[in-house]
Each structure stands twice: as structure tokens, then as C-alpha cells.
């Protein structure tokens, strides 16, 4: 195969992942007085991370009415049961909860995403089927993930929106196999 065949194959395929892959790697605090920001609250990302000890705040800063998706997720390692679940708020600008999912009380459930070729547990989402069922009013929100030991990785799905832009596919293609060997590849069943 011609190089010029595979990188435009390599670009369409990494193009027609539902979310733009993103691998948080820790630089930023997360916390409520640095949170990780989300730009572009509408257009579709997975931001991959994970707790070690504290609650993960993430920001939300729109100047206009948005749609607003929010959804949690688990990599799914081969037969393994789900290890660790995940619970996130919504905060108004004043820290205030305004919307939440519990991990605790959701069944969790198994599904493969066939562009990436992986398997997810999908936990609770504010919308329906990875899509945005509401409005948030312009304004500063933050997400608040955490669980009952504030340990393991997860992903933070937000937004709905499928836009790939060059420089997002080439980053993509930089991140997912970093993401594939920490997230699955180098995971091993604790049971």
C-alpha cells in the first residue's frame, strides 16, 4: 500500500471516532481551584484520566446557550468484571449542584465502540444515548467526578458534537496508542 493510501485511510478512520480521544496526563491540578478546562462544551470529547486520592473538577465557560451532554465510562478489559465505578455533579458557577448521576445506583452496562474497536462500560449520562436531551443558559459550570475512594481511571464524555479538524486527527493519532496501553493493553483483572 501506497504511503499516500495509508495516511488517508489512517485520517478517515481516526475521523469516525464519535469522540475526540483526549489523554489528560496529570499536568493540570483538576482540582476546584484549578480545574481542567473544557473547551467548546458542545463538540464531542472523551477525556481519559483517572483519580488518585481527590475529586476531578473540570470548567465549562460558554458565552452563548449550549447543548450540554455528560457521560462516564470505564474501559471494559477483556472478561473482567467492572473493578470501580464513577459518580459526577454539575455546578453552577458558585459551586452550587445543579444536576448529578450516581455510579453506585446505575447499572453499568457493556458496550463495544466499533470505530475505535474497543469495549467501554458505559455508566449514567445527563442525556439519552450519548447524545445532548437539554440547554444550559451561558454561564461558568463545572463537572465534579469522583467515587467512594476517589481511585481508578475513568472517561469523562462530554458533549455530542463530531468535528475533526486536521491538527485534532493528528493528535488522535499521536494519543490513542498511549491511551490503548495504559486503558487496556497494560490493565490486569484484580479478580
Known sequence: MHLKTLVIATLLSVSAFAHQPILDKGK??????????????????????????????????????????????????????????FSYEVLDADFNVIDQRSGEDFEWWAWYEEFGKKWYWVGPEIGKDFASDRTYDAGTYYIRVF?????????????????FTLPVIARTLVTLPTINNKYWDDVVCTE
Open 28 to 85: 493540570l491540578a483538576n482540582t476546584q481551584e484549578e480545574p481542567y478546562v473544557i473547551e467548546k462544551p458542545e463538540i464531542s470529547k472523551a477525556v481519559y484520566s483517572e483519580l488518585t486520592g481527590r475529586d476531578h473538577y473540570y470548567r465549562i465557560d460558554s458565552d452563548t446557550d449550549f447543548a450540554f451532554y455528560a457521560g462516564i465510562t470505564v474501559a471494559k478489559v477483556d472478561d473482567c468484571r467492572l473493578q470501580t465505578v
Open 147 to 163: 467515587n467512594k475512594d476517589n481511585q481508578g481511571p475513568y472517561v469523562l464524555v462530554v458533549g455530542d458534537i463530531e468535528k
